[in-house]
């Protein structure tokens, strides 16, 4: 079993750069660090390349990880290579998930939301609510971004999320004859005149400026949630859910 | 007009006081930084009882706050006063908020939710929804961390939010035989089961163990949001916005 010791050891310094979505882009790998998120990992079936593991930490014989490479390091190469505060001991390096998209009948394309944690948690709700797939156009948290990794409570790793062009995804609805909504607060319709269907893709947009502009002009019908108090409006998941709730017939 | 050019000045030392929960309960201040945090407050018509700015701030002259003592600081001060990387150069100490509660026909009750984010979240939901009056419970986050305000985006300001014992108000609720749902994905109905109504009370809990069964044992009846995919849960505030834009008759 390999041992590091310094953080400034070569492997780390490969290991930091998972931290930057350039380095994720590049590599096609992305790290994930803590115990709740690896054990997430290890149960869903994900390609993890390595383990990498601080003297101290101690791993479930249940997890059946004899066949992974494991490195074990000091806390603070844990340290270095983790954006949270107190970091857990274990980390690992995964590739990232590639799904195979055929028969698609309900998706929800995110575009440009910029939150990590509302990222995260938009993906959480639509694996809640039996969406088949979210689409994260330009613009948005990258989906690999331990924050929203961490947000999406183990989603991530066994629900379909795909970095995509939505222009694209809108023209392969249109051609199945599925409708898409977007969500406006200008020039939409109450979400609550629109009938539950097992088929449509729904569009949120940026926490300030809402989905674009180029979107909204392709949808068949945009969709708004009545404010009733003084709030300028909702949050961008929670609206997420009130709608995908109200569309999804189940 | 006062000026302070140290970190170490005993006023800071006072206003420092003010980010944590004790020190703003002794005093029944609390402390906000940021402009549009700042500008909501001035709008809202929040008693503030003095402006802290740095030198360089530039501030609206619609503001109309020529009344508000005002003192000017360095930047040093203005970043040991606020918890965020990139403060904007402005803070203001108010006065905690206190709300006329009769007739009140519909509320939300927070019960032990840790995350400030998620508190400030649910509380923004509830303004949204048209709810009369949020009551945070024992165990949640301090309605007046700064992480809770920003959260609210503004709601705090002018949306009845209480710190209270849910116990005392289940029992208010109960003697004017309203309605209160419980959360729980144990033994709970389907949300969709209960009519929409214009008075009633939900009760959501911590984000890992939910409700305490001391409140779920006296509540009419407990609900649930399905979850049709591979997610263990909601968020807590998903489930609030999905719950409260069902339950409210409008």
Redesign the interface.
């Known amino acids: 079993m390999k041992r590091i010791e310094s953080p400034k050891n070569e492997r780390v310094k490969q290991w930091k750069k998972l931290l930057t979505k350039k380095g994720r882009d590049k590599t096609g790998l992305f790290l994930i660090e803590g115990f709740h998120l690896v054990e997430e990992a290890v149960k869903s079936g994900v390609h993890i390349e390595e383990l990498i593991v601080a003297e101290h930490a101690i791993i479930p014989a249940t997890w059946n990880i004899a066949h992974i490479p494991m490195t074990i390091v000091i806390d603070d190469v844990i340290k270095a290579i983790s954006d949270t505060e107190t970091p857990q001991g274990i980390a690992a390096v995964c590739k990232q998930l590639h799904w195979n998209i055929d028969h698609i009948q309900t998706a929800l394309f995110i575009d440009a939301v910029q939150d990590p ?1 509302n990222v995260g ?1 938009i993906i ?8 088949d797939v979210v689409v994260v156009g330009e613009g948005s948290a990258d989906v690999y971004n331990a924050k929203v990794i961490r ?1 999406t ?3 991530l790793f ?2 379909p999320v795909i970095k995509g062009d939505i222009g694209q995804w809108i023209a392969r609805f249109q051609n199945k004859h599925i409708p898409i909504y977007g969500t406006s607060l200008q020039n939409g319709v109450d979400y609550r005149s629109v009938s539950p269907s097992s088929s449509f893709a729904l569009i949120v947009g940026n926490e300030g400026s809402g989905v674009s502009d180029k979107w909204l002009q392709q949808t068949a019908t945009n969709l708004y ?11 961008v ?6 709608l995908l ?1 109200h569309l ?1 017939k ?1």
Do not use: M
């Open positions: 944690g948690t959480r709700t639509a694996d809640a609510a039996g969406i947000a409570q183990g989603s066994h629900f949630v009545p404010i009733y108090g003084k709030a300028e409006s909702l949050n998941a929670v609206a997420t859910g009130i709730y999804q189940k």
